[in-house]
């Protein structure tokens, strides 16, 4: 997102399946200036490493995401900015300040009533019967004003009389207001209680022993500790999931390179001052495979549950080994059943230059239909590679030797002789491929290569 004085840097859409990506290394600091498209930053996806340009110019204000860290797709990443911007002060407003907060509406309000004057009569009511009085004493009390409980009754049993109330009165005591006693209640009689055992302890939960804690990694004197980039985990996971998917056979066989040796060899110096591009034997062997790959679908197919989907063109993948053993990346050639040898030999060196410099997009490795790996340039001479799936196979190329070799001359006669060889291996999954169709598909790559035309 870009405004009239900061461009924000955010993490890109790398490629349809891919949400998020990890900050491998930043080119530029903040302060450093940086022009228009000029490469920022280095990022790291589980399909494929790459620059990403500038999408501004100016000066880099700040960066929000450091290297090493893994953030989803849209995440800024970084700010630029023009000069004057990295050089104003930052002025940060001042917090406002904080309204008091009303007083809660659910308060507790304590209301203090007044003190009454007048003293609370209370009437004790005591077995001795004294208040049992006759009807007449009790008019008496009430139209006098006379708690009948205050007068000591001369009656049986203490009762009070009427000569008692009348004698209370006459002596002058002063009245006090008659509180009629509100009925007992009746006794409640409680229920018998059945007593109840004491609640039996709960049981103690079975807890599972928890996994041990896995102690930390730590490095050895002599040695290093790095985290694993987020191509190498993505390499490590696909591979350990095709061993698991596919049932892995490899066939090989060895292929007499002679004509191509001459044919590369014949056209090497017009290819290069003509087209700027170099015929090498992996281009050959490409061309070949494509074309062989048309007469044996099945090694071009792909196992869709119980499905076998077959195609009528080739993407073809080409394993390519990023520098210093950093990661492995398979870009892929697409329709390459159109190409001629020049064709393939450009779209080989195109891919491969794309991948050492971190120029490949997603889409770039997506979509491969067969793959061709190349070790051989390093001396190898014999491997199982491990599939890319979906697909069910992939071809092996190795080291070119020269050693003795039966052929036969001009007279039919077996001799031996010095021939530039080749091992091909074809790793091919097991539950769609037999063995008799993969080493037909062998042989007839043999006899391409080794029956080169000119005019392919």
């Known amino acids: 997102?870009?405004?009239?004085?900061?461009?924000?840097?955010?993490?890109?859409?790398?490629?349809?399946?891919?949400?998020?990506?990890?900050?491998?290394?930043w080119l530029r600091q903040p302060g450093e200036a940086i022009a228009l498209d000029e490469p920022l930053l280095e990022i790291s996806t589980d399909k494929v490493d790459t620059e990403i340009p500038s999408p501004g110019e100016g000066v880099v204000l700040?960066?929000?995401?450091?290297?090493?860290?893994?953030?989803?797709?849209?995440?800024?990443?970084?700010?630029?900015?023009p000069a004057e911007v990295?050089?104003?002060?930052?002025?940060?407003?001042?917090?406002?300040?904080?309204?008091?907060?009303?007083?809660?509406?659910?308060?507790?309000?304590?209301?203090?009533?007044?003190?009454?004057?007048?003293?609370?009569?209370?009437?004790?009511?005591?077995?001795?019967?004294?208040?049992?009085?006759s009807p007449v004493v009790a008019r008496i009390a009430a139209e006098h004003g006379v708690d009948p409980g205050r007068v000591a009754g001369t009656g049986t049993g203490g009762r009070v009389t009427k000569k008692d109330i009348l004698g209370f009165i006459e002596s002058g005591a002063a009245p006090e207001p008659v509180v009629?006693?509100?009925?007992?209640?009746?006794?409640?009689?409680?229920?018998?209680v059945t007593p109840v055992a004491p609640p039996s302890p709960a049981p103690t939960p079975v807890v599972a022993a928890a996994a041990p804690a896995q102690p930390p990694v730590l490095a050895e004197p002599g040695e290093t500790l790095e985290p694993m980039t987020a191509m190498r985990r993505?390499?490590?996971?696909?591979?350990?999931?095709s061993l698991v998917t596919s049932a892995h056979v490899t066939s090989a066989i060895e292929v007499d390179m002679s004509k191509i040796v001459a044919a590369r060899a014949k056209l090497k110096r017009e290819y290069?001052?003509?087209?700027?591009?170099?015929?090498?034997?992996?281009?050959?062997?490409a061309r070949a495979t494509v074309d062989t790959l048309s007469d044996y679908p099945w090694i071009n197919a792909e196992l869709r549950g119980d499905a076998i989907l077959t195609r009528r063109y080739v993407n073809l993948g080409i394993a390519v080994a990023l520098a210093d053993g950093k990661g492995l990346i398979v870009p892929v050639i697409k329709h390459a059943e159109g190409l001629n040898l020049l064709g393939m030999a450009r779209g080989i060196a195109d891919i491969a230059e794309r991948a050492r410099t971190k120029k490949l997009l997603p889409d770039d490795v997506q979509g491969g239909t067969f793959t061709i790996t190349n070790p051989g340039g390093f001396g190898t001479?014999?491997?199982?590679?491990?599939?890319?799936?979906?697909?069910?196979?992939?071809?092996?190329?190795?080291?070119?030797?020269k050693r003795p070799w039966v052929v036969q001359d001009a007279l039919g006669q077996d001799v031996i002789a010095i021939r530039p060889l080749m091992n091909i291996t074809l790793t091919y999954d097991h539950r769609l491929v037999d063995g008799a169709y993969s080493g037909q598909f062998l042989r007839d790559l043999r006899q391409r290569l080794e029956g080169w035309d000119e005019s392919a």
Do not use: C, W
């Open 381 to 401: 001479f014999h491997g199982t590679p491990i599939i890319s799936q979906p697909q069910v196979g992939i071809l092996g190329t190795y080291a070119l030797v």
């Open 86 to 133: 990295a050089a104003a002060p930052v002025v940060e407003p001042e917090p406002e300040p904080l309204a008091p907060e009303p007083e809660s509406a659910s308060a507790p309000v304590a209301a203090v009533a007044p003190a009454s004057d007048t003293p609370a009569v209370v009437h004790s009511v005591e077995g001795n019967g004294r208040l049992f009085v």
């Open 180 to 192: 009629v006693p509100k009925p007992a209640p009746a006794p409640v009689v409680a229920e018998p």
């Open 62 to 81: 700040e960066i929000l995401v450091q290297e090493g860290e893994t953030v989803d797709v849209g995440t800024v990443l970084a700010v630029i900015g």
């Open 1 to 25: 997102m870009a405004t009239r004085t900061r461009t924000e840097v955010v993490m890109p859409q790398m490629g349809v399946s891919i949400a998020e990506g990890t900050v491998t290394k």
């Open 272 to 285: 290069q001052e003509s087209y700027g591009v170099n015929p090498t034997f992996l281009a050959f062997i």
């Open 234 to 241: 993505g390499v490590a996971e696909h591979m350990r999931k």
